[in-house]
């Protein structure tokens, strides 16, 4: 199913519309692609993740392909959409990637939903979901929050996605 935003989505837009969630870690970059788009090119950079937690969605794998635009070649150097950090501990809200290099294993963060995970397993974000976050009883601080509340956060509003799903089939007439 396709949904067309007119604005960036909010956490719990992105929390629905990801398929898989997990937190992961930055293994290294493995590819830059040079994509042509129309009369532009940019270049593509493909990070090696390793799954930690899958949060959301199924996968039995251990380890996955993420490509964001953004990188640089001998030819051809584009701004980043989405920064992976080799090293750094990641929350990440994927698609999988219906692209011209399209893999398996490979995915897109969507609407760019990726965020720090600190060593003190806090989990960095900006301030309009910090701002979406408060108002659902999460604790936060100026920079962020928990990973065990967002954790939690992230399954109540799967929860509550397929509540209104099964009450939609509940109450569909009988053929």
Request: hydrophobic fraction near 40%; charged fraction near 30%.
């Amino acid at each position: 199913m396709t949904i067309i935003y007119e604005e960036i989505p909010s956490f719990e837009e992105c929390v629905m519309g990801a398929e898989l969630i997990v937190v992961a870690y930055v293994e290294k970059a493995i590819d830059t692609i040079i994509d042509d788009i129309g009369d532009r090119s940019q270049v593509q950079t493909v990070f090696k993740v390793n799954i930690e937690d899958i949060i959301k969605g199924k996968t039995s794998m251990k380890t996955i392909k993420v490509r964001v635009v953004g990188g640089k070649t001998e030819k051809l150097e584009t701004a980043w959409s989405v920064r992976l950090n080799v090293g750094n501990r990641m929350l990440l809200m994927l698609s999988p990637d219906y692209g011209p290099h399209q893999i398996e294993d490979m995915f897109v963060p969507y609407f760019n939903s990726n965020y720090l995970v600190t060593s003190e397993d806090m989990v960095r974000l900006n301030d309009k979901i910090i701002d979406e976050i408060k108002q659902q009883k999460i604790y936060v601080d100026k920079t962020g929050a928990k990973l065990a509340d967002i954790r939690t956060f992230i399954r109540s509003i799967m929860d509550s996605k397929k509540k209104q799903e099964d009450a939609l089939v509940k109450n569909e007439p009988a053929d």
